[in-house]
Nanobody
Framework: QVQLVESGGGLVQAGGSLRLSCATS????????MGWYRQAPGKQRELVAT???????MVADSMKGRFTISRDNAKNTVYLEMNNLKPEDTAVYYC?????????WGKGTLVTVSS
């Protein structure tokens, strides 16, 4: 079992920045990939970024250059740094951990970007 708790969401003006955190606990050593996803109102959940146990990172094309995923192993936390935010980035952001064939999700944190 893995538990995930997201934090750091909030209201920000367009052009601003936020850093989301995903604190992990439980069977952390079995986590292979950590990822951030988001779901805007009325839309499907989409992939934002991933980071593997080996440190390989990926950011979705539409967010490259603005979003960065990182982690602090000592704190068992994964971060999503978001810069130059746009109103279309408004969504609930979720953290996901992949453990073998299982996916664990956090409850999400809301990011609202005002124009």
């Amino acid at each position: 079992q893995v538990q995930l708790v997201e934090s750091g969401g909030g209201l920000v003006q367009a052009g601003g920045s936020l850093r989301l955190s995903c604190a992990t606990s439980g069977n952390i050593v079995s986590i292979y990939v950590m990822g951030w996803y988001r779901q805007a109102p009325g839309k499907q959940r989409e992939l934002v970024a991933t980071i593997t146990r080996g440190g390989s990172r990926m950011v979705a094309d539409s967010m490259k250059g603005r979003f960065t995923i990182s982690r602090d192993n000592a704190k068992n936390t994964v971060y999503l740094e978001m810069n130059n935010l746009k109103p279309e980035d408004t969504a609930v952001y979720y953290c996901k951990a992949q453990v073998f064939a299982m996916d664990y999700w956090g409850k999400g944190t809301l990011v609202t970007v005002s124009s």
